[in-house]
């Protein structure tokens, strides 16, 4: 009895021992399964997160390459419609300004005659035996009577020279050279008749000196050329009166 009760009781500590061997190969098993599908979802975990954030990395890369194409795209429709426009410009004739006729120079027309002129026209003017002198001897030339005060002593309005050119001739610039004492005042008057009253003023002069120069604004078509003086400078000898030496018409016949 002794010898079989020691067997059975070493068969059960042997059976015993297999079930907790089984029993520890299942747990192991258990605990490794358990341990893999953590294990999975910690990689699956990771791997989404990246992807997550790789994904708005790739959409602003994308977002950049689309606007980068939307800027070519903008740039080369600015160049081509650049390069249009050019090529219209190029296309279209230039407007060109008509051209005008240049204006002839301006000549020297010689009056036929000279006459001194007064308030009633060639019937009172001054020194009248002398005026044509401003034509034919400019060194001695025409001079006024005197008078007692610069504005002819009050006796009258203007004293003057006329010029006949014979025919209507178009006048541009006046000139003439007057004596050594500057302080006269004229007019340039020009007209169709030699009546003071028909001839009218297109430049005048102030305090002039030796040489004086009476351009016109505008040419002016006329037969008859006054130089009237309203005003007469010293004469050096405590009297006033002027002295013309010659005169020079300028225009085109």
Known sequence: MTGYDDRTGGDAARADARRRARLAAVIGMVALVVLG?????????????????SA???????????ASASAA???????????????????????????????PPLRTMTPVGAEAFGPDGTADGDDPQNAGR???????????????TANFGALKQGT???LD??????????????????????????????ELGALRVVASASNTGTVVSLPLKAPVRARYVLLWFTKLPPDGAGTYQVLVHGVTVRGHP
Not at 37 to 53: L, N
Not at 56 to 66: H, I
Not at 86 to 102: D, E
């Open 56 to 66: 708005p990395a790739a959409g602003q890369r994308a977002s950049q390459a689309a």
């Open 160 to 162: 003057g020279l006329l």
């Open 37 to 53: 599908y953590a294990a999975f979802e910690f990689v699956g975990h990771v791997t989404g997160h990246r992807a997550v954030q």
């Open 165 to 194: 050119m014979g025919r209507p001739v178009t006048i541009a610039a006046v000139g003439l050279t007057l004596g050594s004492y500057p302080g006269a005042n004229l007019q340039l008057r020009l007209g169709a008749r030699p």
């Open 134 to 148: 401003v034509l034919t001897d400019p060194a001695s030339g025409w001079l006024t009577q005197w008078y007692a």
């Open 73 to 103: 795209s903008a740039a080369a429709a600015s160049a081509a419609a650049a390069s249009a426009a050019s090529a219209k410009a190029a296309a279209t004739p230039t407007p060109t300004a008509p051209r005008t006729a240049a204006a």
